[in-house]
């Protein structure tokens, strides 16, 4: 079993839908949680991070966290054309002076026009 | 503007030959890590840095090996390039002590026919 799981989509949906990106994890000492945005043929920059539980919001853009359920989602309000990339989820802890940064595979999202 | 650089973009090889990929960054950071990234896979981390003379083996180390003589660069060496290591190799840096953020590369496309 994977550590980070992450549906690989691809996901489509209207410009102006609610869109929700999700990313499940088994290893409870994760403390930062962070969304990374992959447009086509770039690199991944960051999109926002989360440490420990509660919500984080920017703009269109809401980070949520569920440690209990080791559950954690990316919420995209008013979606537009420009937010057509990959998402993908990471997290990381240290734990006993090693350090784990782990990404998810990503999430492909297509938003139309 | 302090950024992280990737070269050459594009390259295609033959098997069995040697290659290596350039990383440099300007942004001073000790941390520095090669991910490749595959369908499916997600990015999975090939060997990363913690400082000068400083390197380390990832989960996919196999065939490959990185050399830290300072600060801004660390290369990328496949030994003997086999085709099933045809993919998209991203550098990434990180501040020391930062929990969160890596900065990314454009990534290198390698073809190994």
């Known amino acids: 079993q994977k550590e980070v799981e992450q549906d690989p989509g691809p996901l489509s949906v209207p410009e102006g839908a609610i869109v929700s990106l999700n990313c499940t994890y088994s290893?409870?000492?994760?403390?930062?949680f962070m969304w990374y945005r992959q447009y086509s043929r770039k690199g991944p920059e960051l999109l926002m991070y989360?440490?420990?539980?509660g919500n984080k919001e920017d703009g269109r853009f809401t980070a949520q966290v569920d440690k209990s359920s080791k559950y954690i989602s990316l919420f995209i309000r008013d979606s537009q054309p420009s937010d057509s990339a990959t998402y993908l989820c990471a997290m990381s802890h240290t734990t006993s002076g090693t350090y784990k940064y782990i990404f998810g595979t990503g999430t492909r999202l297509k938003v139309l026009a | 503007d302090a950024e992280i650089t990737q070269s050459p973009r594009h390259k295609i090889t033959e098997t069995g030959r040697q290659v290596t990929l350039a990383c440099h960054q300007t942004w001073n950071h000790n941390n520095m890590f090669w991910y490749r990234q595959d369908l499916g896979h997600g990015l999975r981390l090939i060997h990363y840095s913690y400082g000068v003379q400083d390197t380390n083996k990832g989960e996919v180390s196999d065939g490959y090996s990185v050399s830290r003589s300072n600060t801004e660069d660390l290369p990328l060496t496949l030994e003997s390039a086999a085709s099933s290591q045809t993919s998209v190799y991203f550098c990434?840096?990180?501040?020391?002590?930062?929990?969160?953020?890596?900065?990314f590369g454009p990534g290198t496309r390698l073809t190994v026919l």
């Open positions: 989360t440490y420990s539980s």
């Open positions: 990434a840096s990180r501040a020391q002590g930062a929990r969160n953020e890596q900065f």
């Open positions: 290893n409870s000492a994760f403390q930062y």
